[in-house]
């Protein structure tokens, strides 16, 4: 167990979600043959600890972030520049047959958690999280290379914690999978690049040469499509559901960005239009839609750093943010794809310092695919509609 605080009356039911007013943040990353963002739990306002368990052996780096001091979420607390607090080398000889311990919000499919498997080849790259502190273009541009070379499970791959390897079907399954449905995607623009990704994918031939080919090709548009549609929802209005059969929804990180304003949404805020979404949502499930939240994306450390002073999308903030969707969804009966988990450990592999493609965004596709894939009863075919994406 790694342990970041030894006090009497640490308690392991406080995580970073809701970390305490004045509470100092804390982010913990291990590297080697797995690869874990591992759950930061609080004790006290300035100490806190982490716990995991291994099961491939082999040398691994614990690298010890301390972002915040005092953090609140009242106020646009500045991240620390000086924030590695450690930096640790270790072997494990023998990989343990426990998993790594992790707290799944209710609503969230079991298969939403696991760890990434990285080739040994590329260990180092990965090393120390890519913050972009003193070397911008460098950092971003030698992350960028990565994630464009890391495109088959023997370099990364995501592996589930409760069930098998996520495997990408063949050509007859999707077919079959998706025959008389109308898959929809709601949300921003991290929605976009998914339904994108989901499309090139279904439509596309799958993981081969016109896969990555057509997925290149989607920055900043919407591909076309006649199973799946995309819909733009940036603060939680509902969307027509009417011609779907299945829709992930999410209103993506505008609350938390500059677009909210002058500040991000309280939680309250954010409490009340998600309440209201969750209670119309629960509506579509009620008439036979199958109806999925998918949680918000985080936002790479490096990016974040670039706009401390007009944009909120920390950590903290988004986790907050996620629990309150996540409890809201749970308590409407909805299940929640979590996305969070599988990209937070890798973020920095974003093409653009936001969005993800390449081999993140291909595992992310596989999970809303299994999805919708686990009840391929035939249904009535929807009426063709039109992806909205004013």
């Known amino acids: 167990m790694f342990v970041m605080c030894s006090k009497r009356g640490c308690r392991p039911d406080a995580g970073a979600a809701e970390a305490l007013p004045g509470q100092d943040v804390f982010r913990v990353r291990l590297t080697g043959p797995e690869i874990h963002l591992l759950d930061v739990l609080y004790c006290d306002l300035h100490t806190a600890y982490a716990q995991y368990a291994l099961a491939e052996p082999g040398g691994y780096h614990a690298e010890v972030l301390h972002l915040y001091e005092n953090f609140t979420y009242a106020a646009h607390t ?15 000889t023998a990989g343990e047959s426990v998993r790594l311990a ?30 972009m502190s003193h070397d911008t273009y460098a950092c971003g541009e030698a992350v960028a290379q990565l994630s464009k070379r890391v495109a088959d499970a023997s370099r990364l791959a995501w592996r589930p914690y409760d069930c098998p390897p996520l495997e990408e079907p063949a050509p007859e399954e999707v077919e079959r999978c998706l025959r008389k449905r109308h898959v929809c995607f709601f949300g921003d623009s991290h929605m976009r690049h998914i339904y994108n990704s989901f499309v090139a994918m ?43 059969t299945d829709s992930f929804v999410n209103f993506g990180q505008w609350p938390a960005s500059y677009e909210a304003g002058n500040r991000s949404w309280t939680a309250q805020q954010y409490a009340s239009k998600v309440g209201m979404l969750a209670e119309a949502l629960a509506a579509a499930k009620s008439e036979g839609k199958r109806v999925y939240w998918v949680t918000t994306n985080p936002f790479p450390l490096h990016a974040h750093l670039h706009v401390l002073n007009t944009d ?37 592999l974003s093409y653009d310092k936001s969005h993800f493609k390449g081999t993140l965004g291909y595992y992310i596709v596989l999970q809303f695919l299994s999805t919708v894939c686990r009840d391929a009863a035939p249904v009535a075919a929807p009426p063709m509609i039109a992806s909205s994406h004013r």
């Open 78 to 92: 500045p991240m620390q520049r000086d924030y590695l607090l450690g930096a640790h080398a270790f072997e494990v």
């Open 102 to 131: 992790h707290h799944a919000a209710g609503g969230v499919p079991p298969c939403s958690r696991g760890r990434w498997v990285l080739g040994e080849e590329y260990r180092d790259e990965l090393r120390m999280t890519c913050t």
């Open 202 to 244: 279904t439509e596309g031939g799958g993981r081969g040469d016109d896969f990555w080919r057509r997925e290149r090709k989607t920055d900043g548009m919407v591909m076309d499509a006649s199973r799946s549609s995309y819909f733009r929802n940036t603060w939680g209005d509902p969307g027509d559901m009417s011609a779907c």
């Open 312 to 348: 909120w999308r920390s950590d903290p903030e988004l986790l907050l943010f996620n629990a309150i969707a996540n409890r809201a969804m749970a308590t409407a009966g909805l299940d929640t794809v979590d996305v969070w988990h599988m990209a937070a450990p890798v973020a920095e």
